[in-house]
């Protein structure tokens, strides 16, 4: 089991930047996709990105494809989510989540939710117009 913690939310002006932070603790010794995901009030989660646990193969959303890098340091137990020109509706809580993948399957990424085993307790990103 690994524990995710993320962090560099705040309030950013619109065409702003964010780099969100999710550490991982615990079993960290095995191989894991990873996302990001987001949750704004009155909608349900949708997908943000996602990396493979080798670090090579990246999915991104239709929405924030042109805006957004994910990328990890396993070495740290890291991966972050890179946002550039922020648009008020991105306003979200942006969620880190985890998925334990065998080691053949080391280049996979998933942006559905249910594939995903752990999750974080979410950062706020609030971006004002």
């Known amino acids: 089991q690994i524990h995710l913690v993320e962090s560099g939310g705040g309030l950013v002006q619109a065409g702003g930047s964010l780099r969100l932070s999710c550490v991982a603790s615990?079993?960290?010794?095995?191989?894991?996709?990873m996302g990001w995901f987001r949750q704004a009030p009155g909608k349900e989660r949708e997908f943000v990105a996602a990396?493979?646990?080798?670090?090579?193969?990246?999915s991104y959303a239709d929405s924030v494809e042109d805006r957004v890098t994910i990328s990890r340091d396993n070495a740290k137990n890291t991966v972050w989510l890179q946002m550039n020109s922020l648009k008020p509706e991105d306003t979200a809580v942006y969620y880190c989540?985890?998925?334990?993948?065998?080691?053949?399957?080391?280049?996979?990424?998933?942006?559905?939710?249910?594939?995903?085993?752990?999750w974080g307790q979410g950062t706020q990103v609030t971006v004002s117009s």
């Open positions: 989540a985890a998925e334990f993948v065998v080691p053949d399957l080391r280049d996979y990424v998933s942006s559905r939710a249910y594939t995903y085993n752990y």
């Open positions: 615990g079993r960290t010794d095995r191989s894991y996709a």
């Open positions: 990396l493979s646990a080798n670090g090579i193969k990246t």
